[in-house]
Nanobody, 123 residues
């Protein structure tokens, strides 16, 4: 019954910004760890950011200072604000939930995945 639906992807020039959204149904964002992964063609999936039940956040070194993860529990929605985008940020971005460890760079399993939203950054 749990569904994660991403939106907000698109094409921008380097230095631009996008905000990704993930609407959750059959689940409450206030109760569980959630996060964002990304995957570029030919590359493995990479953890980007995560947020736990009390709001503590974790970021990949590659996005620190540029990306911000947040959630609106009343709307059951997770967000990823992406600023100062670089061509290397180009990837499919996935909303994820229920991480065994609430740290997207810790290597733990993430059972719930959305279908992704494409982000393309041109130079």
């Amino acid at each position: 019954q749990v569904q994660l639906v991403e939106s907000g992807g698109g094409s921008v020039q380097a230095g631009g910004s996008l905000r990704l959204s993930c609407v959750v149904s059959g689940y409450t964002t206030s109760s569980y760890c959630m996060g964002w992964f990304r995957q570029a063609p030919g590359k493995e999936r990479e953890g980007v950011a995560s947020i736990d039940a009390d709001g503590t956040t974790t970021y990949a070194d590659s996005v620190k200072g540029r990306f911000t993860i947040s959630r609106d529990n009343a709307k059951n929605t997770l967000y990823l604000q992406m600023n100062s985008l670089k061509p290397e940020d180009t990837a499919m971005y996935y909303c994820v939930a229920e991480g065994a460890i609430c740290d997207v760079v810790a290597g733990a399993a993430w059972p719930l995945w959305g279908q992704g939203t494409q982000v393309t950054v041109s130079s």
